[in-house]
């Protein structure tokens, strides 16, 4: 159990700067998901914590001892890799085991840790094979028996689960989240699909090009995104943006745009007059109620295509330039026809509003 | 493959204790010895292993130049080695196309075609020189049977056929190496072609020279560029079974080098002249670089 | 012969054509001719080695083993020769040379296949041009070397020439073999707790296991096989090798050929084996850092 902190960490390549002055503090006992999309840099952030990957500029700390320097083996951490990187001529005991091996723990203590940890991922019968014997969900509990039996300060995952069927992913995430709260074990945990973060991490971290774009709880990442980036990034389907402009009549002011025309709420005024003429507007999709064509409705367009999921649709509304998707319940759904003309409306405490040209959230507090 | 950092601390030291064994190797087994032989070569030396005494001079090139036995080295070499890549590929290739169909036992052949490879050179130069024997060898008694041939030749000890039959030790001996390389190529070439071309209509003939043919071009130049460099080295068949006679029919660039050494010792000119043989080695491997790298950039 | 395989021969599936037919039958002559071409010498070599010396020199040569086939010459080989002698020089050079050839080879290999530094391409391409120099260019200065250091008549000093290209070589192959094995799991290691030697010992060397054995053994063959340095560098029949002994018979007056192709035979006995059993991998180690196998 233990605390990390990176202060302004890049990574330079040399045709390439793929982390980009990356700051972050984990707390202890923390679960805290980074994710981004491909190529964000999420992997090496990860592998220079563990020390895989030599920071080009900045400190990391691990508990209170700066370790940019230090081996991965001084540094107490373990790891379990996107494909387990199970070692191929060792038995799954002599897998679990290898750290405590190299450490040299007496034998009794290997075996009665061995067994704990096996049984408890339910290895126990399988103790005697080797990995190529193994399927791809027993393989990835080794890779997490391997983690966990040394009780290390740090566990850091990346993308542990990519190379498990859908199912069994699900199930895994949970056992995943089981153990990290039993153990208490501070943990990093990377993975591009937003879902598996918002699920299994306490804070996350969104990072894009190299560069942090917001640390946040999953609830107040969904609710207020630091930037259209993140809106669009976490849930599915993403917040709905579309561009607007404010058209500013003392205070009736409005907002128009393709599809848009609500009337701006008050206290927002004075805060989007800085960027008055390119605006983004955003929402959820499951923030939105159809209101016929009465004057509350403050967005509206055809329907033009519905995507029906058993439970809830999804209706794609298009109007000029913008589209927007619609959750819409099955009583509802059933009343809407491709090629309706619909009006919605949305409470104006759940609308968001950025700036279009830079992309950040302009947050009415 | 993804690079390895710096990770552990010992790896601030280690990859480069661990390149230690084979720099110093290289550097006082290979190079050394190449510098100290080019030096050499640039004295009047006579003895080899005597040192030398100081003192610049191109004398021995000069000589070695003008020597018609060097030329006739050269030429012998040449001849030795394209008789042994155009032998070895005429074969490689037959053998090949024969051992990339399938049929039953074709693991057995495919021992038997490569079987010649396996022996030791030392081995293989006393059987055929033993088979070569004008008298009472099975390669004359073979030919005997053959009812257009009247008399035989003393293969080893005659002038005009000597070279010939070395070659042919030289291709029986490389040929497998040419079949396996090929027969890799062969694989490489994707049915669908061979289909396609099929139901155009192309007879086997057309596709052979159509698809089989520049299919196995990158392969067909590494494999000839190989024996031209191993048969420019090639020193146990000629030493065993001729001694570079007779007349010097056989009389190759690295026979000749040892005996200039050995027999003459006229060490000068014969590290004059392995500064030649070096410089068509470069030539060759330099091109054979060039084409092995470029495959495996494509 | 599957469909695959009749379109890329000669011969077309069905109906079987008289050209098609042709063509097997071409291809099947081929066969046998390049077997016997193949077979034939080996088989020659044991029948002249068994048969009694009296018949030796009959012409015309019968074909078969003579009804009165003698083992003598294995036995006398022994009594009358060196040979068990050159065996044993020779088992304990190649031995030497494919321990320290793949021991130095494998530290260079792993340097190359995990670590980037400046000169490594260029060093690649070293390694492959000293395979490819003629060896009496490096022979003859060597020589010289060797008589410096009083290592001529010496089996240490002949391995220690065989070296000079067999570490370049080895390194080349087993590159191939390190590359092969994934990087994460020597980052497993480390993380684990191991050291890089640590790692190199426990992870990377069991994996590569095959990879090295194989190595040895190539270097193993290829010294056992050479003659040029041993020639030159070897004067004293205490110290010959096979190939030294062996090419000492056919020097002497009147051949004594069944004892010559008795120990032909014992001699081609370890190589062919061994090198029938990595064929594949011969052809990778002969063109070891050019061509990727
Ligand atoms: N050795 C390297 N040399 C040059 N660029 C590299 C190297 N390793 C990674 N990169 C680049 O750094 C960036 C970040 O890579 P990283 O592996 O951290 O991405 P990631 O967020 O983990 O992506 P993914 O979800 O695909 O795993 C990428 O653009 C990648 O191309
Ligand atoms: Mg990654």
């Known amino acids: 159990m233990a605390t990390a902190r990176l202060e302004n960490v890049s990574k330079r390549y040399p045709d390439h700067l793929a982390v980009d002055r990356v700051s972050l503090d984990i707390e202890e006992s923390e679960f805290l998901v980074l994710v981004g999309p491909s190529g964000c840099g999420k992997s090496t952030t990860l592998r220079m914590i563990a020390g895989l990957e030599n920071a080009t500029e900045g400190d990391i700390w691990i508990d209170d001892r700066r370790v940019n320097n230090a081996s991965p083996r001084d540094r107490d951490v373990a790891m379990v890799f996107q494909n387990y990187a199970l070692y191929p001529h060792m038995n799954v005991y002599r897998n679990l085991s290898y750290s405590l091996r190299l450490r040299r723990a007496p034998k009794a203590e290997i075996e009665k840790l061995v067994q704990q940890v096996a049984e408890s991922l339910d290895l126990t019968r399988l103790l005697h094979r080797k990995p190529g014997q193994l399927s791809g969900g027993q393989r990835q509990r080794v890779a997490l028996g391997r983690a966990i039996i040394r009780e290390p300060k740090l566990f850091l995952m990346d993308e542990p689960l990519s190379n498990l069927d859908a199912k069994l992913r699900v199930q895994t995430r949970s056992e995943i989240t089981r153990l990290q709260r039993e153990l208490g074990v501070t943990t990093i945990y990377v993975t591009h699909d937003q879902s598996e973060a918002m699920t299994m991490g306490s804070r996350i971290v969104v990072m894009k090009d190299g560069r942090i774009q917001q640390i946040d709880t999953p609830r107040a990442l969904y609710r207020d995104p630091a930037n259209a980036f993140v809106a669009q990034f976490i849930g599915t389907p993403p917040m709905n943006l579309l561009a607007c402009r404010l058209d500013d009549a003392g205070d009736e002011a409005a907002l128009s745009g393709d599809g848009v025309g609500i009337k701006c709420p008050a206290d927002a005024i004075d805060l989007l007059r800085s960027a008055a003429d390119s605006l983004l507007v955003g929402f959820r999709p499951e923030d939105i109620a159809i209101s016929g064509d009465g004057p509350d409705a403050g967005f509206g367009g055809s329907v033009v295509s519905i995507e029906e999921l058993g439970h809830e649709s999804l209706a794609t509304v298009a109007a000029g330039e913008s589209q927007f998707i619609a959750r819409l319940a099955p009583s509802v759904a059933d009343r809407v026809r491709l090629g309706d003309r619909i009006g919605f409306s949305v409470d104006p405490a759940k609308l968001r509003f950025f700036d279009k040209r830079t992309g950040e959230a302009i947050s009415i507090a | ?298 | 012969m599957t469909d695959a395989a009749a379109r890329k021969g000669f011969g077309r599936t069905a109906p079987l054509s008289i050209s098609a037919a042709a063509w097997r039958l071409a291809a099947a002559a081929t066969a046998v001719l390049l077997c016997s071409v193949g077979v034939f010498p080996f088989y020659w070599m044991f029948v002249t080695s068994i048969r009694p010396s009296t018949e030796i020199f009959d012409f015309p040569p019968r074909i078969l083993p003579s009804a009165d086939s003698v083992f003598a010459p294995y036995f006398s080989l022994f009594a009358e020769t060196d040979l068990a002698h050159w065996i044993w020089n020779s088992t304990a050079v190649s031995i030497a040379t494919a321990f320290f050839a793949s021991l130095f080879g494998a530290m260079a290999a792993y340097v190359l296949s995990r670590f980037r530094f400046p000169g490594r391409e260029s060093s690649q391409v070293a390694l492959l041009l000293t395979q490819m120099f003629p060896a009496i260019l490096l022979a003859l200065p060597m020589f010289v070397f060797l008589s410096r250091l009083g290592l001529l008549n010496s089996l240490f000093g002949l391995s220690l020439a065989y070296l000079a290209f067999l570490i370049p070589v080895a390194a080349a192959l087993l590159k191939a073999f390190f590359d092969a094995i994934p990087v994460e799991l020597e980052e497993a290691s480390l993380i684990d707790g191991a050291s890089r030697v640590g790692t190199l010992f426990r992870i990377t060397l069991p994996l590569s296991l095959p990879g090295v054995a194989s190595t040895f053994l190539f270097c193993f063959i290829i010294s056992w096989d050479e003659f040029l340095f041993a020639r030159m560098f070897i004067r004293q029949p205490d110290n010959w090798t096979v190939s030294l002994g062996l090419a000492s018979f056919s020097g002497e007056f009147v051949t004594p050929w069944d004892q010559v192709m008795a120990a032909a035979t014992i001699i081609t006995l370890p190589a062919a084996l061994i090198f029938l059993m990595l064929q594949r991998y011969l052809v990778r180690g002969l063109t070891a850092g050019g061509v990727k196998g």
């Open chain 2, 1 to 298: 493959m993804r690079p390895t950092v710096i990770a552990d601390k010992q790896d601030r030291w280690l990859p480069a204790a661990m390149l230690v064994p084979l720099l110093v190797g290289i550097a006082v087994l290979v190079i050394a010895p190449l510098a100290w032989g080019l030096r050499i070569s640039l004295t009047d030396s006579k003895m080899i292993g005597l040192g030398f005494r100081d003192g610049l001079t191109f004398k021995n090139y000069g000589s070695v130049l003008t020597d018609p036995d060097t030329w006739n080295a050269v030429w012998v070499t040449i001849v030795f080695s394209g008789g042994t890549v155009v032998g070895s590929v005429l074969l490689g290739i037959a053998a090949a196309l024969v051992l990339d169909r399938e049929f039953f036992g074709r693991g057995l052949v495919r021992v038997m075609v490569i079987l010649p490879w396996a022996v030791p050179h030392v081995v293989a130069a006393l059987v055929w020189q033993w088979m070569y024997n004008p008298d009472f060898g099975i390669v004359n008694y073979g030919l005997l049977l053959l009812p257009w041939v009247e008399s035989t030749p003393k293969w080893l000890s005659d002038p005009q056929y000597a070279l010939l039959a070395i070659i042919l030790v030289n291709v029986w001996k490389t040929y497998p190496f040419a079949v396996l390389l090929l027969l890799a190529g062969l694989q490489t070439i994707s049915d669908d072609l061979y289909e396609a071309s099929a139901i155009d209509g192309a007879g086997p003939m057309r596709r052979f020279f159509d698809i089989t043919v520049p299919g196995l071009r990158r392969v067909l130049a590494i494999v000839v560029l190989l024996l031209l460099i191993w048969s420019f080295g090639n020193f146990v068949f000629i030493f065993l079974m001729t001694q570079g006679g007779p007349a010097g029919a056989t009389n190759a660039l690295v026979v000749h080098i040892y005996f200039e050494a050995f027999r003459f010792f006229r060490a000068g000119s014969a590290f004059a002249m392995g500064s030649l043989l070096l410089a068509m080695s470069i030539i060759l491997t330099s091109i054979y670089i060039m084409v092995s790298r470029g495959q495996e950039h494509d």
